[in-house]
């Protein structure tokens, strides 16, 4: 019914940047809040950021004042800009999006596969 598509993934050396993407699809109604989790090897899956439809944004701290978020609206996309990127910053990146679909009452969760992000020091 839904599917939720990253892109944008990659290798790149401490302090480089990159941009992922993330694109929403399906009997979508609307999309109450879309965000970004991370997963280390051996560790816990976290939040990294995450944007209500008001555009409204929540960040974990270690990635303040480097990542920000955004989101289309119309084209049912997240955004995550990811600037002076460092080692700590790999992971597998995850979307989310809580989402009502069409003729349904209460939102869902959903979630992308992930895109591989591989910083080098």
């Known amino acids: 019914q839904v599917q939720l598509v990253e892109s944008g993934g990659g290798l790149v050396q401490a302090g480089g940047s990159l941009r992922l993407s993330c694109a929403a699809s399906?009997?979508?109604?609307?999309?109450?809040?879309m965000g970004w989790y991370r997963q280390a090897p051996g560790k816990q899956r976290e939040l990294v950021a995450n944007?209500?439809?008001?555009?409204?944004?929540n960040y974990i701290d270690s990635v303040k004042g480097r990542f920000t978020i955004s989101r289309d609206n119309a084209k049912n996309t997240v955004y995550l800009q990811m600037n002076n990127l460092k080692p700590e910053d790999t992971a597998v990146y995850y979307c989310?999006?809580?989402?009502?679909?069409?003729?349904?009452?209460?939102?869902?969760?959903?979630w992308g596969r992930g895109t591989q992000v591989t910083v080098s020091s």
């Open positions: 944007i209500t439809s008001g555009s409204s944004t």
């Open positions: 989310k999006a809580r989402i009502y679909l069409s003729g349904t009452d209460y939102p869902a969760n959903y």
């Open positions: 399906g009997s979508i109604f609307s999309i109450v809040v």
